[in-house]
């Protein structure tokens, strides 16, 4: 789930419901990826919507991801969306300066908090973000 004042939201419905919850009534655009086909590394065709997620992200001030966990990781949906994004010639202009954080549930998520937070902060490094814990929001 992302979320921001102009922007994106990615998740299944129980992250989504918490993204609401810490975003208190700012005005946010919510993308649930389960509705929209990103086919994987290398296995694009014409189907593919990869396109239309990553053009709201680029509008979004504020990108709020929310992820189940399954098997002690992230979502695969949310996974092929970061290695998709990755691989774009224009990921970095695109995200620069951008905020993102990260909203993990799971029944006891506790063990998967810190990995999948590294993941966000590695990638919000790489394209020149910046990580926004949300618990200092």
Do not use: N
Not at 7 to 22: C, D, L, M, N, T
Not at 113 to 121: D, N
């Amino acid at each position: 789930m992302s979320y921001s004042s102009t922007g994106a939201a990615i998740s299944p419905a129980i992250p989504a419901r918490w993204g609401e919850r810490v975003l208190k009534g700012k005005r946010c655009q919510q993308i649930d990826l389960v509705d929209y086909r990103i086919s994987q590394l290398g296995q694009e065709d014409h189907t593919d919507q990869f396109a239309a997620v990553f053009d709201q992200l680029k509008q979004a001030d504020w990108i709020v991801l929310g992820t189940p966990v399954y098997w002690h990781d992230i979502s695969g949906y949310l996974k092929t969306l970061i290695e998709r994004i990755s691989q774009t010639t224009d990921f970095e202009e695109a995200l620069r300066d951008k905020q993102i954080s990260v909203l993990v549930q799971g029944a006891d998520p506790s063990d998967t908090i810190g990995p999948v937070t590294h993941i966000i902060t590695r990638f919000a490094h790489v394209a020149g973000m910046t990580f926004a814990d949300l618990e200092d929001r």
